[in-house]
């Protein structure tokens, strides 16, 4: 029962982080003005999803997609954003093919360690329980940060979501 309702609320956090990115219009995706561009906001968000939703940081498999001259995603968490050119930009689609591998494999990473194990990574130094917690805390701060800045510069509003799908 813990697998099915943690893998129904991250899934529901990894959908209203699809609602945004659809959301956000052009001109705001990658804005150079932005310290952390929205782009580049979202791709930290599903990264650290992934990473977090793997057993290991040993075991992380990272999702391999080619976009504009990158390697593919996963292989690292982009570090200093300030320093990307026109050509790091990930497009929407990039982004949200990498939302739609990690919703697709979220039960089965869920359900693949048990709750009372360590969290996998040696930073984290709690249970894959509360790593859980922390990766869904994590998610939702981004989505909140990315709506609001939806709301601030676009007017556009997102939608609550109560659980997966």
Request: hydrophobic share 40%; glycine share 6%; charged share 20%.
């Amino acid at each position: 029962m813990q697998d099915s309702v943690v893998c129904s609320q991250i899934r529901a956090a990894l959908k209203m982080v699809r609602n945004v990115i659809e959301t956000c219009p052009d001109g705001l995706w990658d804005r150079t003005s932005d310290h952390n561009p929205f782009w580049a906001l979202a791709y930290h968000t599903l990264y650290f999803a992934h990473l977090y939703l793997s057993p290991s940081l040993e075991e992380f498999e990272p999702f391999v997609r080619s976009a504009r001259g990158h390697d593919g995603f996963g292989r690292t968490d982009l570090g200093d954003w300030s320093v990307l050119t026109p050509a790091d930009v990930y497009a929407k689609d990039d982004i949200l093919a990498y939302l739609e591998h990690i919703d697709t494999h979220v039960c089965q990473w869920v359900e693949s360690t048990s709750f009372d194990a360590p969290s996998g990574f040696h930073w984290l130094k709690f249970s894959k329980a509360e790593a859980h917690l922390y990766n869904l805390r994590h998610i939702q701060h981004h989505a909140g940060q990315l709506a609001e800045r939806l709301r601030q510069e676009a007017d556009h509003g997102s939608r609550w979501v109560f659980s997966g799908p």
